[in-house]
């Protein structure tokens, strides 16, 4: 916190760089590098000459914040210079040569949480938004960025704190001179807690498919009709199709919209047995490394064709797997008399790529098999998983919690389940942490946020 530390803070690409120093050394560096004598405003943006020595390095825009009121709540300076990769490092070596060292990953950050301008989970909303690509991901992280999250967090909090309190005078009121406390009411407070901890929680299921995308495989044996699959779903001809066997060699990646939600599809090559060559072999490895890391497979299958021995041998290779499989049944025919296996399907759709048919249940059966909830604009989502940890461990503490108070087992026993809540909703929060945590929390963050 003592040190002056510097970063791009801008993408790759653009023709404007933005450079941010933050320590007490920060005007120092912006005086002698615009070698100006007297003294910026505050607040301001200056065009200046930067100085490499007695060269002309750049003109830039130069912006001066004074703590408290900075992004990190140091004393901070912007270089909004040209984006030359020289110009840029020619900048950083300078401010190396001044002392000042490069921040570490989320260290701008980490010292706004210190300086009290954020508190994690708007931390964490941040570092979300950044990473946000479609309106829902931006939603979540702009609400969680904005304090709605934090505020609902701390409501909980703030309930617990006040029944703490409660508890622990009387604890202290060795001559009972007080009231007892009402059961009724502890109780009531405890179940309330616990509830808008679980429904919190409960938005976990959403929320993390929110962050990341779902990602759904599809796999079946050669020629079952996968591209075209794919293709319908999307809406163009991503992926290429032909009546021969094997013409996906390798996966194939889209982004799809089902329903509001990020989908991942992957197509992938056939799977079959039998004599490979070297490129289908490494294909068919990774179509199975695609159903390994997807949360959903939409097993295809051609039942207007008879080999269906094949696909009960795959069939049984991904059951073991443990993910949910959707059976998309193409080109059915109508004599049709689906075999066994059929019913071990989570679910089964009749889908015809050319005509659409199937296709929207396909889609619909994907987010209901999940559970992965409609998506509200504005409602608090949970999107990270230790958020989720820490909000399940809330509400064990407080069934132990009613235990207690049930069985009767005296108010220490009570405190200590109802502190241990408490805990865990400060933490979340980061109204208490260890510094070694802290850094491995913001280390996740980009570079130069
Ligand atoms: N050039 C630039 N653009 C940027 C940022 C930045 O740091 N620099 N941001 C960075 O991520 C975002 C904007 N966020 C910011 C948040 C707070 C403050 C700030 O200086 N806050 C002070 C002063 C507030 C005031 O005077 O109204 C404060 O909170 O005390 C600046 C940027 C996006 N765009």
């Known amino acids: 916190m003592n040190d002056t530390i510097c970063a791009v803070i801008t993408g790759s690409g653009g023709a404007v760089a933005v450079i941010r120093v933050s320590g007490p050394e920060a005007w120092q560096c912006a005086l002698k590098l615009t070698k100006s004598s007297n003294g910026p405003e505050v607040n ?42 020289y110009i840029k490092g020619r900048l950083l070596q300078i401010l190396s040569d001044m002392g000042v060292r490069p921040a570490k990953n989320g260290e701008f950050s980490m010292r706004a949480f210190i300086n009290g301008k954020m508190d994690l989970v708007e931390a964490n909303g941040l570092c979300d938004l950044i990473a946000s690509d479609n309106a829902a991901s931006h939603g979540a992280a702009m609400n969680s960025m904005e304090g709605k999250l934090s505020a609902e967090f701390k409501r909980i909090k703030n309930s617990l704190s006040e029944l703490l309190a409660q508890i622990e005078v009387r604890i202290d009121d060795v001559d009972e001179e007080m009231q007892p406390l009402d059961p009724g009411y502890t109780k009531k407070i405890l179940n309330d807690v616990k509830l808008r901890a679980g429904d919190l929680a409960s938005t976990f299921s959403t929320g993390k498919f929110v962050k990341e995308g779902i990602k759904v495989a599809i796999l079946g044996v050669p020629n079952a009709g996968k591209s075209s699959l794919l ?66 497979i939409i097993f295809t299958a051609d ?147």
Not at 239 to 259: L, P, Q, W
């Open 44 to 85: 301001r943006v200056y065009h200046q000459k930067l100085f490499d020595g007695d060269f002309l390095l750049d003109k830039a825009l130069v912006t001066y914040f004074k703590a408290p009121k900075s992004f990190t709540g140091g004393d901070t300076v912007e270089f909004a210079c040209h984006a030359s990769n």
């Open 231 to 296: 293709n319908a779903i999307v809406g163009f001809d991503r992926a290429i199709v032909s009546e021969h066997s094997g013409t996906t060699r390798d996966t194939v990646e889209e982004i799809a919209d089902f329903k509001g939600h990020k989908i991942i599809l992957t197509d992938t090559a056939g799977i079959k047995e039998g004599a490979l060559d070297v490129a289908e072999r490494e294909g068919m490895r990774r179509s199975l490394n695609a159903a390994d890391k997807s949360d959903i």
């Open 303 to 449: 039942t207007s064709k008879k080999h269906l021995q094949a696909d009960h041998e795959l069939w049984n290779s991904l059951k073991i797997k443990g993910k949910k499989i959707i059976l998309a049944c193409n080109k059915k025919d109508i004599n049709f008399t689906p075999p066994e296996f059929l019913y071990e399907a989570d679910k089964v759709v009749n889908v015809s790529s050319k005509t659409g048919e199937g296709v929207e249940e396909l889609k619909n059966s994907v987010i209901s098999l999940l559970d992965a909830g409609d998506i509200k604009a504005d409602s608090n989502l949970i999107t990270s998983a230790v958020h989720y940890d820490m909000l399940v461990k809330t509400e064990k503490e407080l069934e132990e919690a009613l235990k207690a108070l049930k069985k009767d087992l005296g108010l220490e026993f009570l405190a200590e389940h109802v502190r241990r809540a408490l805990l865990h909703l400060k933490e979340i929060i980061g109204e208490v942490y260890a510094d070694d945590i802290l850094g491995i929390i913001f280390s996740k963050f980009c570079v130069g946020k």
